[in-house]
């Protein structure tokens, strides 16, 4: 069984699978968990392989490989394969024949071509249409920097005779005043460390961050919390960020309140205009955030971040979590705060797609560094960098949506 069992993990593509065989879920990546579970589905030699959206909480390199070898197992294995996603984009990488479905119903199928070029149901037209492919406008106004850092390092320690990880290694780079700034790279670039270094979530090594001229690694006590009012972060999952023990009326009012924006007679008021402000109706302002559901959820804490009326927001992968209809609303629906609020924002994801649609600039970001930078137009017509040309490579369905 346990020759069995190696022959497997070496068929999936792990790496050296004798000396891994042993190891528990934890010490694996995210992709790396997903081969060991296909590993298992392909114990009992199954003629058919449901895969129940293997790829959704993987980053876009990692995901082009999953889907790589899902494919290479069913020429190989000459198996039949269901593949259940609601990202058409991710489909058109794989899918022979593509079946869409609404509220229970089969609503139209065909193969690739006819799904992508003669859509004829209003729903995939949606669908379609939802996935993000658009240039972001560039204004032409002087550039007013708002966030400047330089030579920002964020070093973990792992005990006294070892090296530290270099998760953010002399990075430098500008915010404009009322611009987004998109920062992509994949899992372990440490594209979020950047975000929560320059709200200090996690200690800096060395280096500035200048918000409006004043050194944040430098602030402390009441002069921090009075800038974390102006700066405030978006995280990727919701149900994770939010306590579920609050409802949205104290979610909403708790910075309201400890920040002096709304008094007690006042919070009321506030916190509903931050309901309507997000698309939330007010009918739910005393649910929890398990009656919620995902997208709706973000709104929640999309409302949170922006109760302190801050200037500047880091959104740490906002969308990652959510099906590319909802995900295509939550993009929307913070284009329109930005520029309701005057928002700058430093946009932080893995997909190249994703960013263009809503960056005016784009950092890329491997091992720590920064490795190219320039608008959405510039990275995907003319990359400079093998990394660059390898992340627009593993955007799903592009040949199809170019």
Known sequence: ??????????????????????????????GMRQRVMIAMALINEPKLLIADEPTTALD????????????????????????ISH????????????????????????????????????????????IPSGSKHNGESEPQPLLQVRNLCTWFGQGRH?????????????????????????????????????????????????????????????????????????FQDPFASLNPRMTVYDTLAEPLLLHGIE?????????????????????????????????????????RALATRPEFVVADEPVSALDVTIQAQILELMQELGREYGLTMLFITHDLAVVRHIADRILVLYQGEVVE???????????????????????PGRALLA
């Open 162 to 234: 070892r090296e530290p990880v270099k998760a953010v290694n002399d990075v430098s780079f500008d915010i404009n005043r009322g611009e987004v700034l998109g920062l992509v790279g994949e899992s372990g670039s440490g594209k979020s460390t950047i975000g929560r270094s320059l709200l200090r979530l996690v200690p800096v090594t060395s280096g500035k961050v200048l918000f409006d001229g004043t050194d944040v690694t430098a602030l402390q006590g009441r002069a921090l919390k009075d800038m974390r009012r102006r700066m405030q972060i978006i």
């Open 263 to 303: 008094n007690r007679k006042s919070v009321a008021q506030g916190v509903l205009k931050l309901m309507d402000d997000v698309g939330l109706a007010r009918a739910f302002v005393r649910k929890y955030p398990h009656e919620f559901s995902g997208g709706q959820r973000q709104r929640i804490a999309i409302g």
């Open 87 to 130: 990202d058409l984009a991710v489909v058109a990488d794989i899918a022979d024949q593509i079946a869409v479905m609404q509220e229970g119903r089969i609503v139209e199928a065909g193969d690739r071509e006819h799904i992508f070029q003669q859509a004829q149901h209003p729903y995939t037209r949606k669908l379609l249409a939802a």
């Open 60 to 83: 876009v390199t990692i995901q082009a490989q999953i889907l790589e070898l899902i494919a290479d197992l069913q020429r190989r294995r000459d198996i039949g394969v269901i593949f």
């Open 373 to 395: 930078q320039g608008t959405g137009q510039a990275l995907f017509e003319q990359p400079q960098r093998d990394y660059t040309r390898r992340l627009l490579q593993s955007i």
């Open 1 to 30: 069984a346990r020759q069995r069992a190696l022959e497997l993990l070496e068929e999936v593509g792990i790496r050296d699978p004798a000396s891994t065989i042993d190891n528990f879920p934890h010490q694996f990546s995210g």
